[in-house]
């Protein structure tokens, strides 16, 4: 049985949420499609995001919709990097990504 989760959502962002709550179905759902479509919902996430990115729900909004929240890190990844990422997994990516750039460095 599927869980009940019940938000207090302002009223300024139902659209976000509606918007995000479709990302999240078409990309759970793993069936194809159609990629202007799903670059037009993408577009309008973004532009609600930009316009809330200051409201004081967003940031208990997020955790409910993955999809959108990957949205909003990478519109603030330019000033402030993987803002939602956990930092230890931040933080084991980027200690990863040198080893490899290490080792390639050592057989080139």
Request: net charge negative; charged share 25%.
């Amino acid at each position: 049985m599927a869980q009940v989760i019940r938000l207090s959502v302002p009223t300024e962002l139902l659209s976000f949420v509606r918007l995000a709550q479709l990302l999240d179905a078409i990309d759970q759902q793993g069936k194809a499609v159609d990629p202007q479509q799903y670059r037009l919902l993408v577009d309008k996430l973004n532009a609600e995001l930009r316009e809330h990115q200051a409201h004081p729900a967003l940031d208990e909004l997020l955790p409910h919709f993955p999809a959108a929240a990957e949205l909003y890190e990478n519109l603030q990844y330019a000033h402030a990097g993987l803002v939602r990422t956990p930092l230890e997994l931040s933080l084991s990516s980027e200690l990863a990504a040198r080893e490899a750039l290490g080792r390639m460095a050592r057989k080139g």
